[in-house]
């Protein structure tokens, strides 16, 4: 870390003595319970705002991304930070910029359905939720409504859309995401993945709301 960068985080370690309040720190060190008593580091003092540095605006209801103070110092991208229920991931943490974090509103397990095999006559090939493959368990995240929804095959009068969503989840080495692949989150929900972007801030998914 080069000295400006570290005189930069030693400012925002000290506006979050004043403005902030404790977060726990968590860093994850498996695709399983990220923010497990275990995974604790440090207790640091942070806070945050809607990508707004002056703190004249206050969070919107559909925009997850905020700004972080706190000692950037202690944390990485990929950390978490817990107060309660106020739970962020850090996203990005760039040189000479504001430390990005993801605000979360869910937990969420990423699984992957069993995929057939052989030729011939087979058995059921639908998912089946007993066969699939765990990927990530109880990762806190952020699961917003989309802006759109699908119709059912149906199309009946009385059908509603099937719901879109956007996910932000950080990314872990060595899990590789993709379409097809589903995520329950802690209401019961399941989502199964159309799309999956892997950016510098983690991974970007849009999900369509499975029907049970």
Sequence with gaps: MNSVQEKLYKGYAKAALKLGQQ???YRPTAADYPVAPAQLVATVMA???????????????AKPGWYCLTDGRLTKVGDYLVNGAEVYFIAAQQLALPIDAVRC???ATVTRPKQQSGA?????????????VALMTQWPCSILQGT???KTEANLPADIRSPWWAILL?????VVLR????????LGRRYTVSSAELTDRGWRLTAMQAQT
């Design 120 to 132: 011939g006559a087979q058995g059921y090939g639908g998912s089946v939720v007993a066969d699939e």
């Design 105 to 107: 509103n869910r937990v």
């Design 47 to 61: 806070s945050f705002n809607p990508q707004d540095m002056k703190y004249g605006s206050a969070g919107d209801y």
């Design 23 to 25: 977060y726990d720190l």
């Design 170 to 174: 950080p990314a872990w080495p060595g």
């Design 148 to 150: 759109k929804g699908e």
């Design 179 to 186: 379409s097809t692949d589903v995520i329950t989150d802690d």
